[in-house]
């Protein structure tokens, strides 16, 4: 069946960096455009970063993360990544990935920014 398993979320401070990993199964990953979304206490899930099918897949990131945030694909480990750096209190959420067209989000991972 169909699984998205994320990793690499913690506690950073302020200017700090994390990289976030989402292992796929289940389905023909190479296929699919990924997300990352992020949902914060009380707000609305919100995308965070995109990207295309496809060895090449191209990007798109939202721009409250522009120039800090970065997204990728390994289509033979199966697996999206984020990286983040100079992480700000305001990127402090629950960060899920997201199958786009299969609908199927991963259980998230806790990212919290903070002194």
């Known amino acids: 069946q169909v699984q998205l398993v994320e990793s690499g979320g913690g506690l950073v401070q302020p200017g700090g960096s994390l990289r976030l990993s989402c292992a796929a199964s289940?389905?023909?990953?190479?296929?699919?455009?990924m997300s990352w979304y992020r949902q914060a206490p009380g707000k609305e899930r919100e995308l965070v970063a995109r990207i295309t099918s496809g060895d090449y897949g191209e990007t798109k990131v939202a721009d409250p993360v522009k120039g800090r945030f970065t997204i990728s694909r390994n289509n033979a480990k199966k697996t999206v990544y984020l990286a983040m750096n100079n992480l700000k209190p305001e990127d402090t959420a629950v960060y899920y990935c997201?199958?786009?067209?299969?609908?199927?989000w991963g259980q998230g991972t806790q990212v919290t920014v903070s002194s």
């Open positions: 289940g389905f023909t990953f190479s296929w699919y455009i």
């Open positions: 997201y199958a786009n067209d299969l609908n199927f």
